[in-house]
């Protein structure tokens, strides 16, 4: 499992601090350079098809590291 959340860890997009609701969009939006406003509406617009967006915000929150190199789903296994 190590090598997989050190995987995780060297990708380039983070949950950035500061963001709303775990900071996906945020990240996303300073990896690539966007305006988060405009990756919010995205999300927002994805949420129209519920089977598929709602878990893949899920999915990304539970593996995108913080800054900091914290992931939740380590986190959340090792309690």
Do not use: C, H
């Not at 690539?32 to 089977?51: A, E, K």
Request: glycine share 12%.
């Amino acid at each position: 499992m190590q090598t997989f959340y050190r995987v995780l860890r060297s990708s380039p997009l983070k949950r950035a601090p500061g963001g709303l609701l775990g900071g996906i969009a945020s990240g996303i939006a300073q990896q690539f350079g966007w305006r988060v406003s405009y990756v919010r509406i995205g999300m927002l617009l994805s949420f129209l098809l519920p089977f598929i967006s709602l878990p893949l915000y899920g999915v990304l929150w539970l593996l995108l590291p913080k800054d900091d190199g914290t992931i939740a789903l380590e986190t959340l296994l090792n309690r």
